[in-house]
């Protein structure tokens, strides 16, 4: 079975600095790498994604996540954090969950906290 | 955004009462899914779909039953909630299957409590 780990349940960082969210997942075959966001009471809406090429991926209000093989690291990052970032993020792996099937396997997130 | 409605949003049954949920598209994609979100979990996979009448269990299907009857509406059924069936629902569709990197668009969530 596929998993997902992101370390850290919590994460808080300062007014302009780096945000690193980390992610490593297991998959027995090239997977497809997803970051979602949710912003509280709502659902989850896509912040960036990989499925093939360039493995340093820009998505929406300046993250970025790179994904390394060797590692099986889907990290994600921005600069400066800003208080609006203030949220839950999930990383998600689409994989083969069997009989020619793909799932998405999300990891249990990581609450992100921005202090001013 | 994605045009997804859930109705309820919110709901407070008791245990052994049955709950149906449904999930409305207007973007006409072929591929739409129930999940739950719990604390210390992050989303499992109830139920998905990959065509009018055509659903295959997910991760956590146990105590659910899902139809689709039409493109746009997906339906999630309790049969006879329990106090374990807790949660928050989102429903979510994508155009194409996961097995080609396709994004997900999820719904606003239906906050189920069971008494």
């Known amino acids: 079975a596929q998993s997902v780990t992101q370390l850290g349940s919590h994460v808080s960082v300062s007014e302009g600095a780096l945000v690193l969210l980390r992610c490593n997942y297991s998959?027995?075959?090239?997977?497809?790498l997803f970051w979602y966001v949710q912003y509280p009471n709502q659902g989850l809406q896509l912040l960036l994604k990989y499925t093939t090429g360039a493995t340093l991926v820009k998505g929406i209000n300046g993250f970025e996540a790179e994904f390394k093989k060797s590692e099986t690291s889907f990290h994600l990052t921005k600069p400066s954090a800003h208080m609006s970032d203030a949220a839950e993020y999930f990383c998600a792996v689409s994989s083969p969950s069997g009989a020619g099937s793909y799932q998405l396997t999300f990891g249990k997130g990581t609450k992100l906290s921005v202090i001013p | 955004d994605a045009g997804i409605t859930q109705s309820p949003r919110h709901k407070v049954t008791e245990t052994g009462t049955p709950v149906t949920l449904r999930c409305h598209q207007t973007?006409?994609?072929?591929?739409m899914y129930w999940y739950r979100q719990d604390p210390g979990h992050g989303l499992r996979l109830i139920h998905y779909?990959?065509?009018?009448?055509?659903?295959d269990k997910g991760e956590v299907s146990d105590g659910y039953s899902v139809s689709r009857s039409k493109t746009e509406d997906f339906l999630l059924t309790l049969e006879s909630a329990t106090s374990s069936q807790t949660s928050v629902y989102f429903c979510?569709?994508?155009?194409?299957?996961?097995?080609?990197?396709?994004?997900?668009?999820f719904g606003p969530g239906t906050r189920l409590t069971v008494l």
């Open positions: 779909s990959y065509g009018v009448k055509d659903t």
């Open positions: 979510a569709i994508s155009e194409s299957p996961p097995g080609v990197g396709d994004t997900q668009y």
């Open positions: 973007e006409n994609h072929r591929y």
């Open positions: 998959s027995s075959v090239p997977p497809y």
